[in-house]
Each structure stands twice: as structure tokens, then as C-alpha cells.
């Protein structure tokens, strides 16, 4: 979740939607939220330990390489200079 918070949020600053707009609330049919999750930032998910924000990194550097590897060997650009 911390990671899905985060790739938003950078979404966010270039301009990328998620197919509606963050802080938006997602309600389903019957209404109640999809698998009780929120679009956005919550305050509730911020973290100061180091432990959790280094591990959070590494996660999303492991996805950005996973990410320009993928395009890579597709032939794509790559999306993460």
C-alpha cells in the first residue's frame, strides 16, 4: 500500500491520472470502497521510521528497473532515466 501511495502521488506531480482524479473516492455499486482502499495519500500511511522509508525505496527502485527492463527488451524506451 505505501508503495501504491507513493507511485501516485509522483503520478500526480507530472500530471498522470488513474482513470479518476486522485483524492477522488472510488465508491463500488453497492457502495462501499473497492477492496477498502482509497485513490490518493492518506495522512494515516505516513511513515518517519528509516527503516520503512529505505525499504519503500528500494521497492520502488526495484520497480523502476523491472519497469525499464521490460521496455528494454521490448524495444521500448526506457521510462526511468
Do not use: Y
Request: net charge negative; hydrophobic share 35%; proline share 10%.
Amino acid at each position: 500500500m505505501l508503495l501504491r501511495n507513493r507511485l501516485l502521488t509522483r503520478a500526480a506531480l507530472f500530471g498522470a491520472t488513474t482513470g479518476c482524479p486522485l483524492g477522488q473516492e472510488v465508491v463500488a455499486p453497492n457502495g462501499t470502497e473497492p477492496h477498502g482502499q482509497r485513490p490518493g495519500w492518506r495522512p494515516e500511511d505516513a511513515t518517519g521510521d528509516p527503516a520503512m522509508i529505505r525499504e519503500s525505496d528500494e521497492e520502488v527502485a526495484e520497480f523502476k528497473r523491472a519497469m525499464n527492463e521490460n521496455r528494454t527488451a521490448a524495444g521500448e524506451p526506457i521510462l526511468f532515466p
